[in-house]
């Protein structure tokens, strides 16, 4: 059994538990958008088992009786278009009811298309405009390490989940040469490698290259993770990076874009794009069939 963390939790490592708990995500994520007729899956969907790993995985040090706990690790989606993920997480953990998934983007709902701090439990910053995500990290984890070196204890970590898309932004880098400046040793930035934005695939847009090789050469410490899907290999990386004491890290996932429901896999199309009644059947049988496999 694992041991309590500074909130009180037992953080224990099941691959079994996150991977039933990733299958409902998917499941949460495609029942959401299709009763609000809009939405983003695709980048939701790819971002599903690392977001499960972080949050059922033991790997992000929470509590959802105690959002607001000092001592709680921080998670900032930055690729707010995303928020299926998050809620999906967030209602999988506690943080509300399970009901609220179904006002995902309705008047007065708790669950806005993009994170809303003011609104929803859970959520430590509002997001929305990509490429601003690490940079509010980034003063974060400056704060965090501040406070801890008068407190004479360990910062609490800041990870960072990215887009692909998003790094095509100056901010992402502006950001990035100042937390290695600074020596962000709880900075951990998340990228979500899936090679499809809004007007196709990033190599055919505008190519980011190497993203491991762009961190470092910016002073940052980087994972790559071949397969940004596998909750094992999710986990390792992450705990990885959680660990690392000399500076600023980064994990690059190669995921697939709508990873889970065959027909939303690598196309550019389903980006922004709600399923209908009809597809959500063949979404759920999908995900159904992928958890299957990965049994």
């Not at 962000?184 to 990033?202: R, T």
């Amino acid at each position: 059994m694992g041991s309590p963390n500074a909130l009180g939790v037992t953080n224990e490592f099941d691959v079994a538990q996150v991977k039933k708990f990733a299958k409902q995500m998917r499941r949460d994520i495609v029942t959401m958008l299709a009763e609000a007729k809009s939405g983003h899956p695709g980048g939701s969907l790819s971002a599903c088992d690392c977001v499960a790993t972080l949050y059922k995985g033991g790997v992000l040090r929470h509590n959802p009786k105690e959002p607001n706990n000092p001592a709680r690790d921080r998670f900032i989606l930055s690729k707010g278009h995303a928020a299926p993920v998050l809620y999906a997480a967030l209602a999988g953990e506690g943080y509300f009811p399970r009901e609220w998934l179904m006002t995902l983007r309705k008047l007065d709902s708790h669950l806005q298309g993009h994170p809303d701090m003011r609104k929803c439990p859970g959520v430590e910053v509002s997001t929305g405009s990509l490429g601003q995500g690490l940079s509010i990290a980034s003063g974060l984890a400056l704060g965090l390490s501040i406070d801890a070196a008068h407190k004479g204890c360990e910062p609490q970590k800041v990870f960072v989940l990215m887009g692909d898309g998003e790094l095509q932004e100056g901010m992402v880098w502006e950001a990035a040469m100042f937390a290695a400046h600074r020596n962000l040793k709880n900075l951990i930035a998340i990228v979500d490698n899936n090679n499809l934005q809004i007007d196709g695939h990033l190599t055919d847009v505008v190519s980011l290259g190497n993203i491991a090789q762009k961190f470092e050469s910016f002073g940052w410490h980087a994972i790559e993770v071949k397969d940004g899907n596998s909750i094992p290999e999710c986990y390792e990386a992450l705990c990885a990076a959680r660990d690392y004491a000399q500076g600023p890290c980064v994990v690059v996932l190669h995921t697939i874009k709508g990873k889970g429901v065959s027909f939303m896999e690598d196309q550019a199309g389903w980006h922004g794009k709600a399923p209908s009644i009809q597809e959500l059947s063949v979404a759920l049988a999908d995900i159904d069939g992928l958890s299957e496999e990965a049994e």
